[in-house]
């Protein structure tokens, strides 16, 4: 749409009274010639001296403006997405091979529920960065912050329980995952940390990894699998003005994901943008055509 328009040398358009004037003061003094005929002429002679004028005017005309730079200014209104960063941490330990998870499938481990669910919640969040952190007896990063849902996808498919090691360290996780966000712009930074077990195999205390998270302003939301193992978990989500959930099935772990999801959206700003289109171009173009329709009046002398 268009919104203004203006010169960005203005004072080039007082050129345009100055030719005016000139022209008035200066007449060229045309000498006398007999014309037999005259009356039958006149109208011809006329209308080529006019066309000649106008288009002498038109072409000084048109390079003035060029010269001004003339500026069209457009208001564009432009979507920003205020994306969130999110790292989850997946629990690889040993115990993530227990059945009787999902109920209706009594043969996959809780892992495996978990990379389906971990899967559909990687589909939800199409407009945010995803990372994933991986644990065992060590944490490890399985993806840094990305776009690339496939490709994170394909990651989580292909997870299996021991890689790291059949022990927790839980509280390493935690930071692997605050080091992925340190350096994140985004104003909403989240950790989702899964378990079913406590803390048995960090090397660095647990007060240090929720002063890291505060530091860069980290929420983490934990989920416990097996609230008999959910202390810790509680500590973590509590103290960084999260919450913990605790699920016993794949449909409890479904819901919390999507709760997690309704808690951290996406946020859109509408902002307006000056789009500036700086046209010139257009007027020495035309100055140009009119200069070479001019010629054949210059060359019969019937203009300058």
């Keep these: 749409m268009l919104s203004s328009f203006h010169c960005t040398y203005p004072f080039f358009l007082l050129l345009l009274p100055l030719f005016a004037l000139s022209a008035l003061l200066f007449k060229r003094e045309k000498e006398s010639f007999y014309m037999p005929h005259f009356l039958q002429l006149l109208s011809h002679v006329k209308k080529r001296h006019y066309a000649g004028e106008i288009l002498k005017w038109s072409m000084l005309t048109c390079m003035t403006v060029a010269l001004s730079d003339p500026v069209v200014v457009k208001k564009i209104k432009a979507r920003k997405s205020n994306a969130v960063d999110i790292v989850l941490a997946l629990d690889t330990s040993g115990s993530m091979s227990t059945y009787g998870f999902n109920a209706k499938n009594y043969k996959q481990s809780r892992l495996d529920v978990v990379k389906e669910v971990v899967q559909s919640f990687i589909d939800m969040r199409k407009r945010d960065r995803i990372g994933l952190v991986i644990f065992g007896t060590t944490a490890a990063v399985a993806s840094p912050l990305s776009f690339d849902k496939e490709a994170q996808k394909n990651i989580v498919g292909k997870i299996e329980v021991g890689v790291l090691g059949k022990s927790t360290a839980l509280i390493d996780a935690v930071i692997s995952a605050a080091e992925l966000l340190k350096n994140s712009k985004s104003?909403?930074?989240?950790?989702?940390?899964?378990?079913?077990?406590?803390?048995?195999?960090?090397?660095?205390?647990?007060?240090?990894?929720?002063?890291?998270?505060?530091?860069?302003?980290?929420?983490?939301?934990?989920?416990?699998?097996?609230?008999?193992?959910?202390?810790?978990?509680?500590?973590?989500?509590?103290?960084?003005?999260?919450?913990?959930?605790?699920?016993?099935?794949?449909?409890?772990?479904?819901?919390?994901?999507?709760?997690?999801?309704?808690?951290?959206?996406?946020?859109?700003?509408?902002?307006?943008?000056?789009?500036?289109?700086?046209?010139?171009?257009?007027?020495?173009?035309?100055?140009?055509?009119?200069?070479?329709?001019?010629?054949?009046?210059?060359?019969?002398?019937?203009?300058?």
Excluded: W
């Excluded at 240090?208 to 810790?232: C, E, H, P, Q, V």
């Excluded at 978990?233 to 509590?238: D, E, G, L, R, Y």
């Design 187 to 304: 104003k909403s930074k989240v950790i989702i940390l899964l378990s079913d077990g406590e803390d048995s195999a960090s090397k660095i205390p647990l007060a240090f990894a929720l002063k890291l998270a505060r530091k860069y302003g980290i929420i983490i939301y934990t989920i416990t699998i097996d609230k008999s193992y959910s202390n810790m978990m509680k500590v973590i989500a509590n103290k960084n003005g999260a919450q913990n959930f605790e699920v016993q099935n794949k449909k409890d772990l479904l819901k919390v994901y999507k709760r997690i999801d309704m808690l951290q959206k996406s946020e859109f700003e509408y902002n307006t943008l000056d789009v500036e289109e700086h046209i010139y171009f257009y007027f020495l173009l035309l100055s140009l055509l009119c200069a070479i329709l001019l010629l054949p009046h210059v060359k019969n002398k019937g203009v300058l």
